[in-house]
Structures are given as structure tokens and as C-alpha cells.
């Protein structure tokens, strides 16, 4: 018996343990991390770097495309 009420104050003890673990209340740095998270979600993947990109190619093929029309202009 006394095997038994050891082994049950040892479950008991390491249960009130892992809940202790499972506390729900977020510190201040926890709260910091959730906000830095949210931001980074809401923000735009595409920033102006990318965009600056993106119009220098369009720039380059509609030049391109001109140099194509005026090349075949001159040879008609």
C-alpha cells in the first residue's frame, strides 16, 4: 500500500507540474514577439525595390520592342 500512495503523490505531483507549464498568461516580450509576427504577416511581399525592378524590365522590353519596329521600318 505504501507503494502505491508513493506512486500516486508522484502522478500527482508531476501532473500539478505540467499544468503549472501550461500557464496562459503572455509576458511582455511574448506579447512584443505576437505583435513583431503580425506585422511582418500584413506587410506586403512586394516592397518598392521589387516594384523598381519590375518597371525596369517592362522599361527594357518596351525598348527593345521599339528598336524591333524602327529596325524593321528601315529595312522596308
Known amino acids: 500500500m505504501r507503494i502505491f500512495g508513493k506512486a ?4 500527482i505531483f508531476a501532473s500539478s ?3 503549472a507549464a ?3 498568461n503572455d509576458g511582455p516580450v ?3 514577439g505576437e505583435k513583431v509576427d ?3 504577416e500584413s506587410m506586403d511581399p512586394k516592397g518598392p525595390m521589387e516594384e523598381m525592378g519590375e518597371d525596369l524590365d517592362n522599361a ?3 525598348a527593345e520592342e ?3 519596329s524602327m529596325k524593321d521600318a528601315a529595312e522596308q
Open 38 to 40: 503580425e506585422a511582418m
Open 22 to 24: 501550461c500557464d496562459s
Open 8 to 11: 500516486a503523490l508522484a502522478a
Open 66 to 68: 521599339s528598336m524591333e
Open 30 to 32: 511574448e506579447k512584443a
Open 17 to 19: 507540474a505540467l499544468l
Open 60 to 62: 527594357m522590353e518596351s
